[in-house]
């Protein structure tokens, strides 16, 4: 018996690595795509493992099938930061890597917010605050037809102030949707500044809780706490909600929690700084 | 209309396994209440929340359901904003009704009464807008926005029951119910009634177009209409900024140039009253269509 266990945390552990494996080449795709284009990389960065850990671990996809209907589905609707969504789809075999570099281009299937004209793109957003309503419609949409599919859902911090979060929040729990996740990237920015400065957000966890979602706090740079929390979230009887603690920017320090990174074109100097410091990393890890 | 509507939407309701019905607190008011109460797992009324209702919709929608969103009018306007960044923008198949539309909510005043949402939903890419009139014809087009593909709004009425129509309700399509050489009047909703009574033993002779889908707009039959006229009155409760009158003179002005009459309600906002003292007030009401065509007639052919 206790041989499985270890068998299993071995494949576990392998797989936990292949995943940093793999978030170390999409950061790399990002800072290419910044290197070309004003992005929004800080809120981008802040989000990368959770969106990797869910593509390259977690849910259940098809890249060579990406309308399969038993698929779990992903939300990202804090919109803007779908240069790492394009870069992890594009890791992911949606699409190739080299049209990242068509990102925001004109004809482009990259738009500079997520729309479905690229594969592998489950919801249009761009508009703040509309995805957890989306995932509702979805999930419920699942069990009518008693379909195992979940559904993830992204939000910012500063999102959260959007009046329609709460009333998709109520919602979601009234109909004890067990197969919808909410994270919450909490960078602690927004806009205009720190997200305690424009509109206190805290406390956020007993907010949510007494939304009646079960909510958990984690690391969101933590590939291992991720995986962790999302497969407790499995085996929940209601809505649940991840607030991942991250780093605007996190991974290039001198974007790293700042919001000089909110949206931005790396000059020369800074795209081999931002290279060279994630090598650096590379042979380190 | 929205006993029809209720009717249309259970028949649609046990043929079709995916059409799925929200509304938002709304459900006995809007006569959905009866499809809850009948397949109450195709059912969700997320209580006051229009703007979560619409892209609920538009996740079901993403998921293969058929939604059908239902609101009153003036208030399915608040998620505009979702209408436009979601549904319209990627083209979902999802349905949005606008009960209690125009001046219809009468005593409720102005806050209760939609006079812009024919302009805000026919301003939006990929949607189609259709304002039926008559009792059968709002089940008819209840099935066919149902049955067509992509995001519509079809906006009714409060407690108006009219049976003007004889033959059926397809969409993108305006009818004739009364040929007429001197003026050719369009219209649409609950209104067109009023034409029909105003063009009756009127001194001109009026053609009644009656055209139930704003968007896509009938563009045969309305040119074919002014170009046998020379004349136009276009008439609708809705504000006479961006509705049908808007619609026709947009194509009209580049088709076919004619004198066009726009009726609607002037760019103000309603007020409480009964729903005859209103469309009195408005000058909606038969006598006052008449007294438009009249002199619509004057101005035919003068460009």
Redesign the interface.
Same mark, same amino acid.
């Given at each position: 018996m206790s041989g499985t266990v270890e068998l299993a945390d071995l494949k576990h552990s392998t797989d936990v690595q292949k995943v940093k494996e793999r978030i170390r080449q999409v950061q790399r795709s990002l800072v290419e795509m910044t290197s070309s284009m004003g992005v929004h990389i800080g809120s981008s960065l802040s989000c990368l493992e959770i969106i990797a850990t869910l593509y390259f671990l977690k849910m259940r996809h098809a890249p060579h099938r990406p309308q399969w !209907?038993e698929r779990d589905k992903f939300i990202l609707s804090k919109g803007h930061a779908a240069p790492v969504l394009y870069a992890v789809l594009a890791e992911a075999g949606y699409f190739p890597k080299e049209e990242l570099r068509t990102l925001k281009r004109i004809n482009s299937r990259l738009q500079g917010h997520p $729309? &479905?004209r690229t594969p592998g793109v $489950? +919801?249009?957003? /761009? %508009?703040l #605050? @509309?995805g957890i %309503? =989306? #995932? =509702? #419609?979805? +999930?419920? +949409? +699942?069990k009518? !037809?008693g379909s195992r599919s979940r559904v993830y859902v992204l939000v910012g911090d500063g999102e959260c102030d959007e /009046? @329609?979060v709460w009333? %998709?929040l109520?919602?979601a729990a009234h &109909?004890r949707l067990d197969n919808l996740v909410l994270i919450i990237d909490r960078n602690g920015w927004q806009l205009d500044d720190r997200t305690e400065e424009v509109k206190r957000k805290v406390p956020l966890r007993s907010k949510l809780e007494s939304f009646g979602w079960e909510t958990y706090s984690i690391n969101g740079h933590d590939v291992e706490k991720i995986v962790e929390v999302l497969d407790a979230a499995e085996r929940a009887e209601q809505p649940v909600a991840i607030i991942a603690h991250t780093k605007k920017g996190k991974g290039i320090s001198f974007l790293e929690d700042s919001n000089k990174g909110h949206k931005l074109k790396l000059s020369e100097d800074e795209y081999l700084a931002a290279i060279k410091e994630l090598e650096m990393r590379a042979k380190c890890a | 209309m929205r006993v029809a509507f209720g009717e249309g939407l259970l028949e649609l309701g046990s043929e079709n396994e995916d059409l799925v019905v929200l509304t938002a607190d709304v459900a006995r008011p809007t006569h959905v209440i009866g499809f809850g109460e009948r397949f109450p797992h195709r059912f969700l009324d997320v209580g006051i929340a229009e703007q979560d209702m619409v892209d609920i919709a538009a996740g079901l929608a993403l998921s293969e359901k058929v939604p059908v969103a239902v609101a009153f009018a003036p208030f399915m306007m608040r998620a505009w904003e979702q209408v436009r960044s979601t549904i319209a923008r990627c083209s979902l198949n999802v349905k949005l009704v606008g009960t209690h539309a125009g001046l219809s909510a009468s005593d409720e005043g102005a806050s209760h009464q939609s006079l812009e949402d024919v302009a805000l939903m026919r301003v939006l890419p990929n949607m189609t807008v259709v304002v039926p009139g008559d009792r059968e014809e709002v089940k008819e087009a209840t099935r066919a926005i149902v049955e067509s593909k992509g995001p519509a709004y079809m906006r009714i009425g409060r407690d108006e029951d009219a049976n003007f129509l004889h033959e059926g309700f397809r969409l993108g399509r305006a009818t004739v119910l009364r040929d007429g050489c001197d003026v050719a009047v369009f219209s649409n909703g609950y209104i067109t009634s009023e034409v029909l009574a105003a063009a009756e033993g009127a001194p001109v002779d009026a053609m009644v177009v009656h055209v139930p889908t704003v968007k896509p707009l009938d563009s045969d039959t309305v040119i074919s209409a002014v170009r046998r006229t020379g004349a136009a009155v276009c008439v609708e409760e809705h504000s006479i900024i961006g509705g049908l009158g808007s619609a026709v003179s947009e194509l009209v002005s580049t088709e076919y140039p004619v004198h066009i009459r726009r009726m609607g309600v002037s760019d103000t906002f309603g007020e409480s009253g009964t729903y005859r003292e209103l469309l009195d007030k408005h000058r909606l009401s038969a006598p006052h269509i008449r007294e438009a065509m009249v002199e619509a007639a004057k101005r035919r052919g003068k460009r």
């Open positions: !209907r $729309d &479905l $489950d +919801a249009p957003s /761009g %508009s #605050g @509309q %309503s =989306i #995932g =509702i #419609g979805m +999930a419920m +949409a +699942a009518m !037809r /009046g @329609q009333e %998709s109520m919602t &109909l | -």
